[in-house]
C-alpha cells in the first residue's frame, strides 16, 4: 500500500510502498482510509519541533471504511463508514482511572495513531476497536474534521461558562481558528474577533465572515479589552500580547501547540489584579462522540470546505499541499485517498 512516511533523521516526508497492517491483536481494525487532514502538529513534527517516533506513517485526523477486525470486536462490520479517535489510554493508570486519559504515561499523545504508531496518510490504518467510531449521518469527508473538532470541544469544556454576550477574540484563522469561531456562533456568540495576520487567508474566509459576521483583521489596537482569548498560533508573543487584552476576569486559552523552546513572560500581578484565568488544551478526552454530534449540528452550514478554505489533495500531492498550507493558501490540507 501506499504510505506518506516521515523520517526524522531528515526531517522529511516521503511516499513509500509499505505492506498492508495485518490484524494481530483480537481488539483489532483495519480501516481503508477515505480523507485524511494534515494538521499544525504534521508541520511540527516535519519541521522537527515535536517528538515523535523516528519512522511513522503521519496523520491523525481520518475517516474510512471497515475492512476487517479481530474475534472480539463485536460491534462493527465490512463496509462501516467510521471515523478515528487517534488517542487511547491504558485504562489502569491513575490519570485514566481519574478521567484523564491524555495524560496517560503510557497511552494518550505517547500512543498516538499518527505520532507514536502508523496513521492514516496511507491507504490503511490498524486501530483499536475502542478507537472506531461508526458514522451514519456525516459523510467521510466531513468526517476528516472530527478529531479537530473534538479537540475544540474539549477546549470548550475547559472554558466554560463563557457568558452570551461577551467580547472573544480568536487569534490564528487555521482550520482549528476557524472551527473555535463556528463553535462560538454556533452558541450563540456574536462579538467574535478573528486575527489573521496574512492576507490571503483573510480573503478566503471572507464569504464565512459574511455569513456569520464577525470581525476579520490582521492585526488588533493594544487598547481593546477581551473576556476570552482563544490562541491557535503556539506563538509566544502573540500569547504575551493576548494575556495584556484580557479584560477583569478574563480567560486566556492556549490551544496552539508551540514548539518545545518556545518560552513567554508575563505579570503575575496582572494576573492577580484581574483575577485572570491561563489555560491550556491537550488533545481530546472523551470527546470524540460529542465532536460527531457537533459536527452534524454544524453542518454544511458551517463545514462546507470551499468556504473554510479548506482544499482536497491526492497523497502524492503532499508536497503542493504541505507548500500551501504553510504559505496561508489555504486553512487545510486534506488528502483524498
Not at 22 to 45: N, Q, W, Y
Not at 164 to 192: D, K, M, P, S, Y
Amino acid at each position: 500500500m501506499n504510505a506518506l512516511r516521515f523520517t526524522s533523521s531528515g526531517k522529511s516526508v516521503a511516499l513509500a510502498t509499505i505492506p498492508v497492517p495485518e490484524i494481530t491483536h483480537p481488539r483489532e481494525v483495519l480501516v481503508k482510509v477515505a480523507f485524511s487532514g494534515v494538521c499544525g502538529t504534521d508541520l511540527h513534527i516535519i519541521g522537527g519541533e515535536f517528538p515523535c517516533s523516528p519512522h511513522v506513517t503521519l496523520g491523525h485526523e481520518f475517516s474510512g471504511t471497515v475492512v476487517a477486525f479481530g474475534p472480539q470486536v463485536t460491534t462493527l462490520a465490512p463496509g462501516d463508514l467510521v471515523v478515528v479517535d487517534p488517542n487511547s489510554g491504558c485504562h489502569k493508570c491513575h490519570f485514566c482511572c481519574s478521567g484523564k486519559p491524555h495524560f496517560c504515561p503510557t497511552g494518550g499523545f505517547y500512543s498516538n495513531l499518527g505520532v507514536k504508531n502508523d496513521g492514516g496518510w496511507a491507504d490503511y490504518c490498524l486501530c483499536s476497536v475502542e478507537q472506531v467510531h461508526k458514522l451514519s449521518k456525516i459523510a467521510l469527508k466531513t468526517a476528516a474534521l472530527v478529531e479537530p473538532v473534538s479537540c475544540v470541544a474539549h477546549g470548550w469544556d475547559l472554558v466554560s461558562p463563557l457568558c452570551v454576550g461577551g467580547e472573544v477574540i480568536v487569534v490564528g484563522a487555521g482550520i482549528i481558528g476557524i472551527l473555535w469561531t463556528c463553535l462560538l456562533h454556533l452558541q450563540g456568540h456574536r462579538n467574535i474577533t478573528l486575527v489573521e495576520k496574512n492576507p490571503a487567508r483573510r480573503q478566503l474566509l471572507n464569504k464565512l465572515r459574511e455569513e456569520l459576521g464577525f470581525k476579520l483583521v490582521g492585526a488588533l489596537e493594544m487598547d481593546e479589552k477581551f473576556d476570552l482569548i482563544v490562541d491557535c498560533t503556539g506563538h509566544g508573543p502573540a500569547i504575551e500580547s493576548g494575556v495584556k487584552l484580557l479584560n477583569f476576569g478574563g480567560k486566556m486559552c492556549i490551544f496552539g501547540v508551540a514548539p518545545p523552546s518556545q518560552k513567554i513572560e508575563i505579570s503575575p500581578f496582572d494576573i492577580y489584579l484581574k483575577e485572570l484565568t491561563i489555560m491550556s488544551v491537550k488533545v481530546n478526552p472523551f470527546s470524540f462522540p460529542k465532536a460527531i454530534a457537533l459536527v452534524e449540528a454544524l453542518s454544511e452550514r458551517y463545514l462546507d470546505y470551499d468556504k473554510l478554505g479548506v482544499k482536497l489533495f491526492k497523497l502524492e500531492e503532499y508536497q503542493k499541499a504541505i507548500d500551501c498550507l504553510k504559505n496561508g493558501e489555504i486553512t487545510k490540507a486534506v488528502f483524498q485517498i
